[in-house]
């Protein structure tokens, strides 16, 4: 059975749990971009709680657009204030410095378009992570309801579906005693703070 999912910058981590546990993933290319989602946006845990980083893209001004034709806009030196608070927030994690020349290069090289970024995020995150999914990516927009495993709107920041595969468990935190644990935030948090060990909490 294939699952149907959207693209994700450094997705949360039940996105990738789906990754690792569907026999075959197809990635959606032919949608309409939509704002403040996991296609542009990842969560991470900070000193301050949860805090958003969104790569800004380029829009055409009342033109719907499909993801694989989104570009990435290099405005307002994003990909600095990114690297700067993954290193803010996970400085102190057991895995960073053991990761962190695997990421850091996401931050300095410049890809035009947000779906070569995406993917080339998730090659790196599967090596990491050591898992070998069967990925494929859809040749035309899958309307809604044509694919029982769709899971495009599913996995969302806001107002997720009800997913009864996914239980998020505690993992130990940074910053866990101050803010309790923080579920679903990106596989960076995951990678970060559990290492080798993330294949198995997948």
Known sequence: MTTLLS????????WYQKLYRSEAVEIEQWESFQ????????LIA???????LTVPVERREGEKEVIKDIRISDHGNWRH???????????????????????????????????????????????????????GYTKTFVNHGDSPHDLREGIRPKHPAPDPDFTPKPYYQVYQQKHGFLANLSILDLLFNLGPESIFYL
């Not at 693209?7 to 039940?14: E, M």
């Not at 993954?86 to 090289?109: H, M, T, V």
């Open 7 to 14: 693209t994700t910058y450094f997705g949360p981590v039940q």
């Open 46 to 52: 900070t000193t301050n709680g949860v805090q958003a």
């Open 35 to 42: 704002k403040q989602t996991y296609r542009n946006r990842c």
């Open 81 to 135: 204030l990114h690297w700067n608070a993954l290193q803010s927030a996970y400085g102190e994690s057991p895995f960073f410095d053991y990761y962190q020349d695997d990421i850091r290069p996401f931050f300095y090289k410049r890809w035009t378009f947000l779906l070569d970024f995406n993917e080339e995020i998730r090659q790196k995150m599967c090596e990491l992570i050591d898992i070998q999914p069967k990925v």
